[in-house]
T-cell receptor, first 116, second 113 residues
Framework: NAGVMQNPRHLVRRRGQEARLRCSPM?????VYWYRQLPEEGLKFMVY????????ESGMPKERFSAEFPKEGPSILRIQQVVRGDSAAYFC??????????????FGPGTRLLVL | QKEVEQDPGPLSVPEGAIVSLNCTYS??????FMWYRQYSRKGPELLMY????GNKEDGRFTAQVDKSSKYISLFIRDSQPSDSATYLC?????????????FGQGTRLTINP
């Protein structure tokens, strides 16, 4: 039973380029969350998605960042015109349908983005 | 004031010691409490999940929640060098079906052989 998968594991971009991060949730999970971890800081919530729906994007920066979870395929976190401050580890988590007692989220290995 | 406060450490203890890790929080709406372990350059791994006040035990790990004091703890008994990692507390409140987790900063723990 494969866990949450993320790719690429490492991504290097120059300022102004686009970064695309992909996440495949665990089998049977229909909820995807994206978090960002800056150096020496805890994880910060960015966005929560279900298939074809953005449920909560209150943690997403207003510009340059977008996320999707299409009917088929992985969830994508897209960062346009990257800046050095975007350098961080980006983690995806998934969870099963939200029922009481099943709120736990399982994390992928992360994508480490470095902007030069 | 941060919603979740966690001492970042670092914390260094000898092998076999009992480790106590703590978090405090300010949002009384938090209902679900979790502890994650994160090894260097890896993703967080779920260790413990609790819903109500009280204790929950799993092997060498005990999670404790005191909602009246807004205080949670993780105890590690008979600590091993392999327990060396960063420990993150996390909590959430169900809102419109969303369960976004709010994390503490993480405590870096080293168990010395």
């Amino acid at each position: 039973n494969a866990g949450v998968m993320q790719n690429p594991r490492h991504l290097v971009r120059r300022r102004g380029q686009e970064a695309r991060l992909r996440c495949s949730p665990m089998k049977g999970h229909s909820h995807v969350y994206w978090y960002r971890q800056l150096p020496e800081e805890g994880l910060k919530f960015m966005v929560y998605l279900q298939k074809e729906n953005i449920i909560d994007e209150s943690g997403m920066p207003k510009e340059r960042f977008s996320a999707e979870f299409p009917k088929e395929g992985p969830s994508i976190l897209r960062i346009q015109q990257v800046v050095r401050g975007d350098s961080a580890a980006y983690f995806c988590a998934s969870s099963p349908p939200q029922r009481e007692g099943e709120e736990t989220q399982y994390f992928g290995p992360g994508t480490r983005l470095l902007v030069l | 004031q941060k919603e979740v406060e966690q001492d970042p450490g670092p914390l260094s203890v000898p092998e076999g010691a009992i480790v106590s890790l703590n978090c405090t929080y300010s949002n009384s709406a938090f209902q679900y409490f979790m502890w994650y372990r994160q090894y260097s350059r890896k993703g967080p791994e779920l260790l413990m999940y609790t819903y109500s006040s009280g204790n929950k035990e799993d092997g060498r790990f005990t999670a404790q929640v005191d909602k009246s004091s807004k205080y949670i703890s993780l105890f590690i008994r008979d600590s091993q060098p392999s327990d060396s990692a960063t420990y993150l507390c996390a909590m959430s409140a169900r809102l419109r079906g969303a369960q976004k987790l709010v994390f503490g900063q993480g405590t870096r723990l080293t168990i010395n052989p």
